[in-house]
């Protein structure tokens, strides 16, 4: 069964202060590794897909990674508007190829 | 096209009432998904539709879910005999089947089951 293992559960950070998000994932064969935002009462936003270990996506100042068996998603210089919980979802090659499994996000917290 | 739609918002119904929650996908989506989340959780999978045929039903969906996508447009999720167990959001996304693994979720239906 695949699964996804988000930490960690929350940060806490300061305005400017970088810091960085981990997803520990299972799966049988990965055909995708995705990065959401979600604020509260609303449904999650796309960020990232990431195919193969070794590949990165940037945008803004969030940059994810990839490898073998986890992703980070690194937040640069972050400001009170990248306050959110960021969750990050598998989906797997094969027979279910079109589900995402989520991890249960780390919900972050950038103060001014 | 503003994305995906979902209605209503906010459903508080008592339990043992049947509620139906409604979900417009981005048009040129052929790829209909509902997820279920709980205060403190990640998505869960409930069911996918390819165009009209629903094609998974997660074993989370219990006999007293029901859901439809007719004409392979705007999708249906009906919960009958409401428990307080089924209060979440429900979430609809979508997707089409070329190489855009990225789905678009809508903001969700608030089920409270008092």
């Known amino acids: 069964e695949d699964q996804v293992t988000q930490s960690p559960e929350a940060l806490r950070l300061q305005e400017g202060e970088s810091s960085s998000l981990n997803c520990s994932y299972t799966?049988?064969?990965?055909?995708?590794l995705f990065w959401y935002r979600q604020d509260p009462g609303k449904g999650p936003e796309f960020l990232f897909t990431?195919?193969?270990a070794g590949e990165e996506k940037e945008k803004e100042r969030l940059k994810a990674t990839l490898t073998k068996k986890e992703s980070f998603l690194h937040i640069t210089a972050p400001k009170p508007e990248d306050s959110a919980t960021y969750l990050c979802?598998?989906?797997?090659?094969?027979?279910?190829?079109?589900?995402?499994?989520f991890g249960k996000g780390t919900l972050l917290t950038v103060n001014p | 096209d503003t994305g995906v739609s979902q209605n209503p918002r906010h459903k508080i119904t008592k339990r043992g009432q049947n509620v139906t929650f409604r979900c417009d996908p981005i048009?040129?989506?052929?790829?209909l998904y509902w997820y279920r989340q709980t205060l403190g959780q990640g998505p869960e999978f409930l069911t996918y539709f390819q165009n009209e045929a629903q094609l998974e039903k997660s074993r989370l969906l219990s006999d007293r879910f029901s859901a439809e996508r007719p004409k392979g447009s705007f999708s249906t999720l009906e919960i009958q005999r409401t428990e307080q167990g089924d209060s979440a959001m429900y979430l609809c996304?979508?997707?089409?089947?070329?190489?855009?693994?990225?789905?678009?979720f809508g903001s969700g239906t608030r089920l409270t089951v008092v």
């Open positions: 979802a598998v989906q797997a090659s094969g027979g279910s190829n079109y589900k995402l499994t």
């Open positions: 990431l195919y193969s």
């Open positions: 048009s040129e989506h052929n790829r």
């Open positions: 799966v049988s064969g990965l055909r995708g």
């Open positions: 996304a979508s997707s089409s089947s070329s190489p855009n693994y990225g789905y678009t």
